[in-house]
């Protein structure tokens, strides 16, 4: 039976009426197969628009409907919950885009812009009258969320969702969940004591029965897909049984290994077996199984052979033979909140950085800093561990440097500089801190104030200028820089460089980003969908993002993000199942060969074979309806429903037949 | 000393020009003057080598014309290897060799035989290698 359709055409105002004569595109339209009703209003998506709409679609009893306005994405939901109020299948009501696609390309033609209109019209007309109607797709929510990186974005969003009731896991790379912020000793704008504030958060995290943590562990493998993930977790041993161990140390004492330790920026050495940070949560020691010796080649000298740690402990705590192990996590959601790291300073030896000891990165200087740092919190020169008098910070090193370095700016770098500024001064009071910067980018609550006070009160010498070297002179470091202010080239004196270098992300970042199904950017930082309107969802569904993984950021605005991302989980959780579009891919099961080219094209990874038909079936769950797949097929044997290709032939019929008569 | 900016002066003829045959976009440097931290000749210079682009991007014309770290500018390219945006400094300050001696006439062409010893000894070399180039219509 025919299909009784309904044309609603909007004016938008002047948008669209100014160019297309609305009266003569609805007389034309009433004119065209099947309709029984065609006319036009000022601003359609208005509540008595809106109304216009239903009474008609009511009392004229239509079973398919166009409306003619703007593009699809600003209202169609709007016009198709109207039509659904009213009884009418929602999927019965198409838009035809008439001001993006005719108004506003073709405002001094309005004859031949009236015309396209109606086309337009006509063709959408013939896509509804074979529409079908449709219900919304269902699918299983599982109320879990996983969690991708265990530093105060991932501490932050985990606790929060835990704390609304939610099952969360946590997968951290690291021996100890923390990330950067246990390196941090205290935190612009009000120095924070930072140790205590993130071990409150951690004691949080392992006193709660809803987390669980996973540490040494990586993801080895995703599938599923929104609301239904399956997370392979893939754990290094830990070797140290942490029920057994008293933390007593005595394996520290006699490991042979002496290596750079990594969290103290090599500031001091550590052996194979070591506590991993100064935490009281990171008592218990952990192993390195690359820099063990009982791990080196077994033809090797030591190789296999050394037990020290073991022969040592009183408690039998170590075992060399734990094996690596694989567990499964189902969850509904994952938080990616993998970090960063910083731009190595070896990629900066006009710095001297690697060469020259005294020259050491931001993130060394706050481990200086602090109390249970390397140097119990006082400020001291890596060569002979004396009170440096003259310290110069440098900024933006390696950021704002699109020619060889990063273009981006590194956010935070302002801010910490100043900080740890202020804190040398207040520690040595005979002491000049210089700070080379370009611009003192501090935008946020009380930052511009801190930074005054530190000019203001600690005389912090703000040098504007770009260092072109630092080289060692006479028994100090030479930094030649320019003050662009006074106009002059400089040269200062130093003890002591720091440099603040860019971040950059997480190494690995690339591999993750791949098994995770999310897109990253030029600089490798993950990709938000939208960076106004949906700043936490990444490109996959189901997956959301925090922190410095997203972009550089200072902890305020990591823990912002962090909150955003659970808040936004348990807006997907606040339902039982999750509700999907209908229009999706499907196959015709007499058709498909099974030769599985759509398989590799889609992109959402929505097409599986199946084992038993040897038919490929479309993932409703998963499938985005992007036509990949359908113009992949050799056989034709995929169709998105309600955009078939019959219904496309025919809306290119119409404009072709049109595009002759004007 | 008060210095009036407008639109004719930052669009001016010099400035394009200048643009032109250095093929450099002034608006390219953000003034973070590392060019000027490690140029080797800053000593003899009155207006440092990231002022000279600053100049250019405000259009002040008779004080970049008339400036003498054109002529101290080794052409050494220590700034282009160190700018972070890729400005290449030693062009600009060619370029403005170039206008300076096209506007001087063809009798600038020099002749190394005119100059004394002496004079040779002190003139800077940059100043006499320009006084061969070719002369190009203005
Ligand atoms: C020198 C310096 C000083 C600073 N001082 C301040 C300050 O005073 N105040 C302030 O607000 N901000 C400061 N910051 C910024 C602050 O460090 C960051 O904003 C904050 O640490 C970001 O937290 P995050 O959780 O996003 O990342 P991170 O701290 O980097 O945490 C990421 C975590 O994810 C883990 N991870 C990464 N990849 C994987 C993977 N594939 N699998 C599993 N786990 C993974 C990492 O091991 C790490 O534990 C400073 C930064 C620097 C460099
Ligand atoms: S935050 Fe400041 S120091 Fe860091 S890159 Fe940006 S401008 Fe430079
Ligand atoms: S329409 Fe796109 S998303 Fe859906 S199955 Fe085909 S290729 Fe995959
Ligand atoms: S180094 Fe480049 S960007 Fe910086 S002031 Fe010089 S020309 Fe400008
Ligand atoms: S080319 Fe000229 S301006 Fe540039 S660094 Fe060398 S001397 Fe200085």
Same mark, same amino acid.
């Given at each position: 039976?025919?299909?009784?359709?309904?044309?609603?055409?909007?004016?938008?105002?002047?948008?669209?009426?100014?160019?297309?004569?609305?009266?003569?595109?609805?007389?034309?339209?009433?004119?065209?197969?099947?309709?029984?009703?065609?006319?036009?209003?000022?601003?359609?998506?208005?509540?008595?628009?809106?109304?216009?709409?239903?009474?008609?679609?009511?009392? *004229?009893?239509?079973?398919?409907?166009?409306?003619?306005?703007?593009?699809?994405?600003?209202?169609?939901?709007?016009?198709?919950?109207?039509?659904?109020?009213?009884?009418?299948?929602? +999927?019965?009501?198409?838009?035809?885009?008439?001001?993006?696609?005719?108004?506003?390309?073709?405002?001094?033609?309005?004859?031949?812009?009236?015309?396209?209109?109606?086309?337009?019209?006509?063709?959408?007309?013939?896509?509804?009258?074979?529409?079908?109607?449709?219900?919304?797709?269902?699918?299983?929510?599982?109320?879990?969320?996983?969690?991708?990186?265990?530093?105060?974005?991932?501490?932050?969003? &985990?606790?929060?969702?835990?704390?609304?009731?939610?099952?969360?896991?946590?997968?951290?790379?690291?021996?100890?969940?923390?990330?950067?912020?246990?390196?941090?000793?205290?935190?612009?704008?009000?120095?924070?004591? @930072?140790?205590?504030?993130?071990?409150?958060?951690?004691?949080?995290?392992?006193?709660?029965?809803?987390?669980?943590?996973?540490?040494?562990?990586?993801?080895?493998?995703?599938?599923?897909?929104?609301?239904?993930?399956?997370?392979?977790? *893939?754990?290094?041993?830990?070797?140290?049984?942490? &029920?057994?161990?008293?933390?007593?140390?005595?394996?520290?004492? @006699?490991?042979? @290994?002496?290596?750079?330790?990594?969290?103290?920026?090599?500031?001091?050495?550590?052996?194979?077996?070591?506590?991993?940070?100064?935490?009281?949560?990171?008592?218990?020691?952990?192993?390195?199984?690359?820099?063990?010796?009982?791990?080196?080649?077994?033809?090797?000298?030591?190789?296999?052979?050394?037990?020290?740690?073991?022969?040592?402990?009183?408690?039998?705590?170590?075992?060399?033979?734990?094996?690596?192990?694989?567990?499964?996590?189902?969850?509904?959601?994952?938080?990616?909140?993998?970090?960063?790291?910083?731009?190595?300073?070896?990629?900066?030896?006009?710095?001297?950085?690697?060469?020259?000891?005294?020259?050491?990165?931001?993130?060394?200087?706050?481990?200086?800093?602090?109390?249970?740092?390397?140097?119990?919190?006082?400020?001291?020169?890596?060569?002979?561990?004396?009170?440096?008098?003259?310290?110069?910070?440098?900024?933006?090193?390696?950021?704002?440097?699109?020619?060889?370095?990063?273009?981006?700016?590194?956010?935070?770098?302002?801010? +910490?500089? &100043?900080?740890?500024?202020?804190?040398?001064?207040?520690?040595?009071?005979?002491?000049?801190?210089?700070?080379?910067?370009?611009?003192?980018?501090?935008?946020?609550?009380?930052?511009?104030?801190?930074?005054?006070?530190?000019?203001?009160?600690?005389?912090?010498?703000?040098?504007?200028?770009?260092?072109?070297?630092?080289?060692?002179?006479?028994?100090?470091?030479?930094?030649?820089?320019?003050?662009?202010?006074?106009?002059?080239?400089?040269?200062?004196?130093?003890?002591?460089?720091?440099?603040?270098? &860019?971040?950059?992300?997480?190494?690995?970042?690339?591999?993750?980003? *791949?098994?995770?199904?999310?897109?990253?950017?030029?600089?490798?930082?993950?990709?938000?969908?939208?960076?106004?309107?949906?700043?936490?969802?990444?490109?996959?569904?189901?997956?959301?993002?925090?922190?410095?993984?997203?972009?550089?950021?200072?902890?305020?605005?990591?823990?912002?993000?962090?909150?955003?991302?659970?808040?936004?989980?348990?807006?997907?959780?606040?339902?039982?199942?999750?509700?999907?579009?209908?229009?999706?891919?499907? @196959?015709?099961?007499?058709?498909?060969?099974?030769?599985?080219?759509?398989?590799?094209?889609?992109?959402?990874?929505?097409?599986?074979?199946?084992?038993?038909?040897?038919?490929?079936?479309?993932?409703?769950?998963?499938?985005?309806?992007?036509?990949?797949?359908?113009?992949?097929?050799?056989?034709?044997?995929?169709?998105?429903?309600?955009?078939?290709?019959?219904?496309?032939?025919?809306?290119?019929?119409?404009?072709?037949?049109?595009?002759?008569?004007? | 000393?008060?210095?009036?900016?407008?639109?004719?002066?930052?669009?001016?003829?010099?400035?394009?020009?200048?643009?032109?045959?250095?093929?450099?976009?002034?608006?390219?440097?953000?003034?973070?003057?590392?060019?000027?931290?490690?140029?080797?000749?800053?000593?003899?210079?009155?207006?440092?080598?990231?002022?000279?682009? =600053?100049?250019?991007?405000?259009?002040?014309?008779?004080?970049?014309?008339?400036?003498?770290?054109?002529?101290?500018?080794?052409?050494?390219?220590?700034?282009?290897? =160190?700018?972070?945006?890729?400005?290449?400094?030693?062009?600009?300050?060619?370029?403005?060799?170039?206008?300076?001696?096209?506007?001087?006439?063809?009798?600038?062409?020099?002749?190394?035989?005119?100059?004394?010893?002496?004079?040779?000894?002190?003139?800077?070399?940059?100043?006499?290698?320009?006084?061969?180039?070719?002369?190009?219509?203005?």
């Amino acid at each position: 039976m025919e299909k009784k359709l309904g044309v609603f055409i909007c004016w938008c105002g002047s948008n669209i009426a100014s160019s297309v004569d609305v009266d003569k595109a609805a007389a034309e339209a009433a004119k065209l197969d099947g309709v029984v009703h065609a006319e036009n209003y000022m601003y359609m998506c208005s509540d008595p628009g809106q109304q216009l709409v239903k009474d008609t679609i009511t009392e *004229k009893g239509l079973d398919g409907v166009v409306v003619a306005c703007c593009s699809p994405r600003m209202h169609e939901n709007t016009f198709r919950k109207a039509a659904g109020s009213v009884g009418l299948n929602s +999927y019965l009501l198409e838009i035809a885009n008439i001001r993006e696609q005719c108004s506003w390309v073709h405002q001094n033609n309005k004859p031949l812009a009236t015309a396209k209109a109606v086309s337009i019209i006509e063709g959408t007309l013939d896509k509804v009258k074979e529409n079908l109607p449709l219900e919304t797709i269902t699918i299983d929510l599982t109320k879990r969320v996983c969690v991708v990186g265990g530093g105060i974005a991932g501490i932050m969003s &985990a606790l929060d969702l835990a704390n609304a009731g939610y099952d969360v896991v946590i997968i951290e790379r690291e021996p100890a969940i923390g990330g950067h912020m246990s390196q941090i000793s205290q935190t612009f704008p009000y120095f924070h004591n @930072v140790p205590e504030l993130l071990k409150k958060k951690i004691d949080e995290v392992n006193a709660h029965p809803r987390i669980k943590v996973y540490v040494n562990s990586e993801v080895d493998v995703l599938d599923g897909y929104v609301g239904n993930f399956n997370v392979t977790i *893939k754990t290094r041993p830990a070797f140290v049984d942490s &029920a057994k161990c008293t933390a007593c140390g005595k394996c520290l004492e @006699v490991c042979p @290994v002496k290596v750079d330790d990594e969290f103290n920026r090599g500031l001091s050495q550590r052996g194979a077996i070591f506590r991993y940070n100064q935490l009281e949560t990171a008592k218990i020691p952990v192993l390195e199984q690359g820099d063990c010796l009982h791990f080196a080649d077994s033809d090797s000298e030591d190789g296999g052979k050394c037990t020290a740690c073991v022969d040592a402990c009183p408690e039998d705590a170590i075992d060399l033979g734990t094996i690596r192990s694989l567990n499964e996590e189902f969850v509904g959601a994952i938080v990616m909140a993998t970090g960063y790291d910083l731009y190595s300073p070896t990629n900066m030896p006009e710095y001297g950085a690697g060469k020259i000891p005294d020259v050491i990165d931001a993130l060394a200087f706050e481990r200086l800093l602090d109390p249970k740092g390397p140097t119990k919190g006082q400020v001291l020169r890596p060569s002979d561990g004396a009170v440096p008098k003259k310290v110069v910070f440098i900024q933006c090193v390696g950021s704002r440097d699109p020619e060889r370095h990063k273009a981006y700016c590194s956010r935070a770098c302002c801010m +910490y500089t &100043a900080k740890q500024a202020r804190l040398y001064r207040q520690q040595v009071e005979e002491g000049t801190a210089y700070i080379s910067y370009m611009d003192i980018r501090s935008d946020s609550k009380d930052f511009e104030e801190f930074v005054q006070k530190g000019m203001e009160e600690e005389n912090l010498v703000y040098i504007r200028g770009r260092v072109a070297k630092v080289i060692e002179g006479d028994g100090c470091l030479q930094v030649f820089t320019s003050d662009t202010l006074s106009g002059r080239q400089v040269v200062i004196e130093a003890d002591l460089v720091v440099l603040a270098m &860019a971040m950059e992300p997480k190494a690995g970042i690339r591999e993750l980003a *791949k098994k995770m199904n999310v897109t990253i950017d030029g600089d490798a930082f993950l990709s938000e969908t939208h960076i106004k309107l949906y700043p936490v969802e990444s490109s996959t569904k189901g997956v959301y993002l925090a922190g410095c993984g997203q972009s550089p950021k200072d902890i305020t605005d990591t823990v912002s993000q962090a909150l955003a991302t659970a808040g936004k989980i348990q807006t997907m959780f606040s339902n039982e199942t999750l509700i999907a579009d209908p229009l999706i891919a499907e @196959v015709k099961d007499d058709v498909c060969s099974g030769c599985g080219i759509c398989i590799e094209i889609c992109p959402y990874g929505a097409r599986l074979m199946n084992e038993f038909t040897r038919i490929s079936d479309v993932n409703q769950a998963v499938c985005q309806g992007c036509g990949a797949c359908i113009a992949a097929c050799p056989n034709k044997a995929c169709e998105l429903i309600n955009s078939t290709s019959r219904q496309f032939l025919r809306t290119i019929g119409d404009f072709a037949s049109r595009s002759e008569a004007v | 000393m008060k210095t009036v900016i407008s639109h004719s002066q930052v669009k001016s003829d010099f400035v394009e020009k200048v643009a032109e045959i250095s093929g450099e976009n002034f608006f390219n440097c953000y003034q973070c003057g590392n060019c000027s931290a490690g140029c080797p000749s800053v000593d003899e210079m009155d207006l440092l080598p990231s002022q000279v682009v =600053r100049y250019l991007q405000l259009g002040l014309e008779d004080e970049v014309k008339n400036c003498k770290s054109m002529w101290v500018c080794a052409a050494c390219m220590m700034c282009h290897a =160190r700018c972070p945006k890729g400005v290449d400094i030693s062009k600009i300050m060619e370029s403005l060799r170039v206008l300076k001696l096209r506007e001087v006439n063809a009798e600038a062409h020099i002749d190394i035989t005119d100059f004394s010893d002496d004079y040779l000894k002190r003139a800077p070399q940059i100043a006499m290698i320009s006084g061969y180039r070719k002369f190009l219509p203005l």
